[in-house]
Structures are given as structure tokens and as C-alpha cells.
């Protein structure tokens, strides 16, 4: 056990256990002869650890690299100009779906109306050809009826198109729509209107419900069911 220059008690006679002074030569003393640092090339001052890049004289070992948080670049500051700001990107809005009609010639509704009416039912001939027609419909007030320059009467679901049921008035029902509920109001029309098969007519001008699904019966022949999509 030796002491060091600075008090330090050291089991290492060459450099001090403690502070790395060499023994027998001041901690403060300059040795200007002494060999330089093999990694950095700094001449050493007498002590354990190069003062230029602390390489370890005694072991022999070679500098720690700073820790990694002391290698980050922090980002440079723009002096003058405010930082700006990127708000969050908008979420996609959810498509609504829309409400769809779907118009055929039903001929099952024809000949319950024919079984209704009697012999002079046989008046009105069920169409020998009719397409299917799907219209998305647009706004919450859909007019279903014949359109009529005269009359100034243009509907939205236009079942004057050939063939034409005879039966459908030029402003027959309409159609209340919201986002989630439906409404169908008959407007006084001459052969009423009726849901899914019923042999009874609706009310006239009184909104009932209708859904998602549901068949409108109205005129001679002619069926609106309803969807969405």
C-alpha cells in the first residue's frame, strides 16, 4: 500500500487506485517528455487518462464513446420565424347510405286490383314489357306522380314514362325521407295506395312509416320498394 501525491491511499505503486495520479510525481505537474496518447496523439500529463480523450494509460483501454442521448442534433432554431403548426389530418367521414326506389310492374298487385274492381277492371292492360328502374333519391320531399307540362307537375319518381300506368295520379303520394326514417303520405289520389300486399289503402294525407324493404302499391300495377344502398 503506497500513498499518492494527493493522499490517496493506492494498493497500485504506478498510478494512484483513486484519482490516477502518478505515484511519486505531483497530481498538478506537467511532464512534457512524456509519451503521447495512442488514440488522440495528446502528450500525457502524468495521469491515468488522457486528457484529450480519456484513454486509460493502465489498461491500456481506449475511450468510451459519449452517451447516445449526447450524439442527438438537436433540431436548429430558426431564429425570426414562428414555428408551424400541422393540425391533424380530418377523419373520413362516413358514407350515409341513400334512399333507393326500385319501381317494377307487379303482377300479383295487378290482379289483386283486378279482383277488386270487377269486369271493368279489364280496362287497364298489364304491361307486356316493363324494365325495372332504381332511382336514388335526392333531398327529404320526394313527389311520386305523372309529370304534366300543363299542370306544372314534375315528381321526382315519374311514372308517366311508357308504359304508363293508368292508375297513378299526377300528384299521387310523396315521399318523407330523413336520414334513418321514411314516411308515405297519399295526396288524395284517385286508387289509393297500400304496403306489402295489404288489400286496405293507406289513409289519405297521413304520413305513415314505411322502412327499409317495404313494397308501395299504387295505380294498376306498378310497385316502389324501398332501400338503402
Known amino acids: 500500500m503506497v500513498i499518492c501525491p494527493d493522499g490517496h491511499s493506492s494498493e497500485s505503486t504506478d498510478y494512484c487506485d483513486e484519482c490516477g495520479t502518478q505515484i511519486g510525481q505531483p497530481s498538478h505537474a ?26 486509460d494509460f493502465v489498461l491500456g483501454t481506449p475511450a468510451q464513446p459519449p452517451a447516445a442521448s449526447t450524439l442527438i ?22 358514407p350515409q347510405l341513400a334512399w333507393v326506389a326500385t319501381i317494377t310492374a307487379d303482377r300479383a298487385f295487378y290482379e289483386r286490383v283486378q279482383a277488386r274492381k270487377g ?19 335526392h333531398g327529404s320531399d320526394i313527389l311520386i306522380g305523372k309529370h304534366s307540362v300543363s299542370q306544372g307537375v314534375n315528381p321526382d319518381i315519374d311514372l308517366g314514362i311508357p308504359p304508363a300506368d293508368a292508375g297513378v295520379s299526377r300528384a299521387h303520394a310523396t315521399l318523407h325521407l330523413t336520414e334513418d326514417t321514411a314516411t308515405i303520405t297519399d295526396l288524395g289520389s284517385t286508387n289509393g295506395t297500400s304496403l306489402n300486399d295489404a288489400e286496405t289503402d293507406i289513409p289519405k294525407n297521413t304520413a305513415v312509416p314505411v322502412h327499409a324493404g317495404d313494397r308501395i302499391h299504387l295505380g294498376a300495377w306498378t310497385t316502389i320498394t324501398l332501400s338503402r344502398g
Open 119 to 137: 269486369p271493368d277492371a279489364d280496362q287497364v292492360a298489364f304491361p307486356a314489357y316493363f324494365p325495372e328502374r332504381r332511382i336514388t333519391l
Open 73 to 94: 442534433d438537436p433540431a436548429p432554431t430558426l431564429v425570426g420565424q414562428p414555428a408551424v403548426f400541422e393540425p391533424p389530418p380530418e377523419p373520413t367521414p362516413v
Open 30 to 55: 506537467a511532464t512534457p517528455t512524456a509519451a503521447a496518447c495512442p488514440e488522440c496523439g495528446t502528450p500525457s500529463a502524468g495521469s491515468r487518462f488522457c486528457e484529450g480523450c480519456g484513454h
